[in-house]
């Protein structure tokens, strides 16, 4: 490993008190931190609360709490997304649904309570278009929410797949798919088709997922403490399916979205077909997007000692992960080296004073970053360039990858 040398710095700017128990959960409004509006994001906590903060600069505390939503969920609230457009907030709770608010003349306002899940809410996101709510639980399934006018929600799609708690969803950035993450260590593609995809990667819990502003990479974490990189070619299409993919002696048979693919691995020549055969053992699994493989690019390890319960890729391109030792670490790529490498730019020790749930990049010109964790603190920093001239050293990660490779679970070629 090459060593390099990174001159940033996580300065703390403020510590935001309120909450009464853990905090969950934080999330940005996107319409705000630019053109004179003043940045605001939510968080969400075990008090059954959710807390909106406005930064106001010129008070001597510079964040303020201008709201507090209470009475509405009975339990822990574990989730909060603002919806693209900054006018509504979705929230979900142990109390088994989630709930969306809207900020009237002032105040926020409970508009739309949904209900239908069997048991704790655990993530709840937007699609780009503000058009499509995911919720997902501990009941294993994740529901999909049509937006209809006047804030009512109509369920659309309720998918099952996954074979435990199911900790996140997040809609890609571009398109209209959806990832979700599991307990059982998986994560799940899913699109408007007949086929749904799984990757399998990591060896226990994936916790969360971020993608990077163009939709081409995607970060994940897990309890296994890894960070994994994912890339593929290809965003702009519709046609996504996760691919299921099982070996019958030397032939591969892929199923996707127009049926299966039979794949001699002897001389790489495939056909269609309607009909699958064979035993029902999943050998190996590839995910396409438009005939665009998505790869495991790079796995980051070694850098928290316990399970990482959060990472956010900020719009620059910056990595934040946050994690049970109660630090931070930011990675970047490393444009400078051979192939795809990323590098640790810098990391925090002891950000809070226990296990940190939640890390989020702002969505204004300043790299501000906000965290959250079990010690009931919100923290706000900022990532400078440190003007002493003191430098901090980080290892860069290089990874080697080849195009239109399929990889076992265990990540051995095939061909």
Not at 12 to 32: I, M, Y
Not at 78 to 86: E, K, Q, T, V
Not at 174 to 190: G, H, I, M, P
Not at 224 to 250: C, H, M, P, R, S
Request: hydrophobic letters at 40%.
């Amino acid at each position: 490993m090459e060593l390099y040398e990174g001159g940033c710095e996580l300065k703390l700017l403020e510590t935001l008190e309120g909450h009464s128990d853990r905090v969950w959960s934080l999330s940005w409004n996107p319409a705000t931190g630019a053109a004179g509006v003043p940045l605001v994001f939510a968080s969400c906590s075990g008090d059954k609360t959710v807390r909106i903060w406005e930064h106001t600069p010129s008070l001597s505390a510079s964040w303020t709490c201008k709201a507090v939503l209470e009475d509405t969920h009975t339990r822990t609230v574990r989730s909060c997304s603002w919806s693209p457009s900054g006018k509504l907030l979705a929230t979900g709770s142990f109390d088994a649904t989630a709930a969306i608010w809207e900020n009237i003349g002032g105040d926020y306002e409970c508009v739309s309570t949904l209900e239908g899940h069997e048991s704790e809410v655990k993530s709840v996101s937007w699609n780009a278009a503000g058009t499509l709510l995911a919720t997902c639980a501990r009941d294993k399934s994740v529901w999909i929410w049509e937006v209809q006018l006047g804030n009512d929600f109509e369920c659309v799609c309720v998918l099952q797949g996954h074979t435990q708690d199911v900790k996140m969803v997040q809609w890609h950035p571009a398109t209209d798919v959806l990832f979700s993450c599991s307990y059982d260590n998986t994560v799940k593609v899913w699109a408007d088709e007949d086929g749904d995809d799984e990757w399998r990667g990591h060896s226990s819990t994936v916790w969360a997922i971020s993608f990077n502003a163009s939709g081409d990479k995607m970060v994940t974490c897990s309890d296994d403490l890894t960070l994994k990189i994912w890339e593929t070619d290809n965003v702009q299409g519709q046609n996504v399916a996760l691919v299921f993919t099982y070996t019958v002696g030397d032939i591969l048979i892929v199923k996707g979205l127009e049926g299966f693919v039979s794949v001699d691995i002897s001389d790489r020549s495939a056909v269609f077909t309607k009909q699958w055969v064979g035993t029902r053992e999943v050998a190996f699994i590839a995910v396409f997007l438009d005939d665009f493989m998505w790869r495991h690019l790079c796995t980051l390890s070694g850098y928290h000692d316990r399970t990482i319960f959060s990472v956010h890729w900020s719009s620059e391109g910056i990595i934040a992960s946050g994690a049970a030792d109660d630090a931070i670490r930011v990675f970047v790529e490393d444009k400078e080296a051979d192939g795809p490498s990323y590098k640790l730019l810098l990391k925090k020790e002891k950000a809070h004073d226990m296990d940190v749930n939640s890390v989020q990049w702002s969505p204004g010109e300043k790299r501000l970053l906000a965290s959250a964790s079990d010690d009931g603190m919100i923290k706000i920093w900022e990532m400078n360039s440190l003007s002493t001239g003191q430098q901090h050293l980080s290892l860069s990660l290089k990874c080697q990858i080849t195009v239109g490779v399929f990889w076992s679970l265990n990540y051995y070629r095939l061909y």
